[in-house]
């Protein structure tokens, strides 16, 4: 209960200061970085008061589609999340057991997240595309790709980071690479790996957004945020309540990411003995 007061008091002291700034903003004139006033800083209420307006006439509320834009998008990045992860673990055990491959690959895994992912997207989608697969999920294959770099490099360090007295004993008990991997260096990895995916879970949502851009996906957040903008001089809150479902999806990402931690961390040999 205490945490989900601190949560209620964030939210309500961002409330608070969002409104108090436009305020200020707009009776003083701020134009720096941007002007203040109803497009640019629309009142939160408004935003919120947006998502039980209907989005045609005698139609159902824009929430009712946002649920439906939100799960199309979890699934993107469900999938991306989970394959990504799958990637990096894969080649940070890869990685941590050969030097020459840690010097050689490494640097290249590195360089790849230094290309925009706006440049990726669409050859990913149209490359992707020409061999049949599904426009979905070659978005989540792009949200994979924002997902596994974090998860290799903090996998690698975590996997170093066994304890050496510990390790010399498994192998004076002539215990293989395999069983030192998962009763010793997995185990003294996890913490982090699970900081790494806390990072990963929301990267995947970024990575299924901006898929969606290029692979004309309209059943998705990415598409609906192309829509709402071409027409937010007029109606800004459209645009925004999008952006407050697509955080939210963030955040649903993360918070599942950090309760599986404290089950399994919890429940690590080194924290049950």
């Known amino acids: ?20 700034y436009r305020w200020i903003g707009e009776s003083l004139g701020i134009t ?18 947006a998502f039980t307006q209907p989005l045609q006439p005698g139609g159902p509320p824009l929430i009712h589609y946002e649920w439906h834009w939100a799960l ?4 993107e990045a469900l999938l991306g999340f989970v394959l990504g992860g799958l990637i990096g673990f894969g080649l940070a055990v890869l990685l941590a057991h050969s030097v020459i491959l840690r010097r050689g690959l490494l640097p290249y895994i590195v360089i790849s997240q230094t290309v925009p992912i706006l440049a990726i997207a669409p050859m990913v989608v149209v490359g992707l595309g020409t061999k049949g697969v599904t426009p979905w999920v070659s978005v989540a294959v792009i949200a994979a790709y924002l997902t596994f770099f974090p998860v290799t490099i903090n996998t690698i360090r975590g996997l170093h980071s066994a304890d050496r007295r510990a390790l010399e004993l498994m192998r004076s008990y002539a215990a293989g690479n395999w069983r030192i991997l998962w009763k ?52 800004p809150t459209g645009l925004w309540a999008t952006n407050v479902i697509a955080a939210a999806l963030g955040i ?22």
């Open 72 to 75: 199309f998008t979890m699934k």
């Open 184 to 235: 010793l260096r997995f185990p003294a990895a996890l913490p982090y790996i699970f900081a790494a995916l806390k990072i990963s879970a929301t990267a995947s949502v970024v990575g299924a957004i901006i898929g969606e851009l290029p692979s004309s996906i309209q059943d998705g957040l990415g598409g609906q945020i192309i829509n709402y903008s071409q027409y937010y001089t007029t109606q």
């Open 252 to 273: 649903t990402f993360f918070l599942v990411v950090l309760i599986t931690e404290k089950v399994v961390v919890r429940r690590a040999p080194e924290n049950v003995a």
């Open 32 to 49: 720096w970085p941007f002007p203040v006033n109803e497009t640019n800083m629309p009142h939160i209420h408004d935003m919120l008061h």
């Open 1 to 20: 209960m205490r945490r989900v007061g601190l949560v209620v008091a964030g939210i309500a002291v961002f409330w608070a200061l969002w409104e108090a």
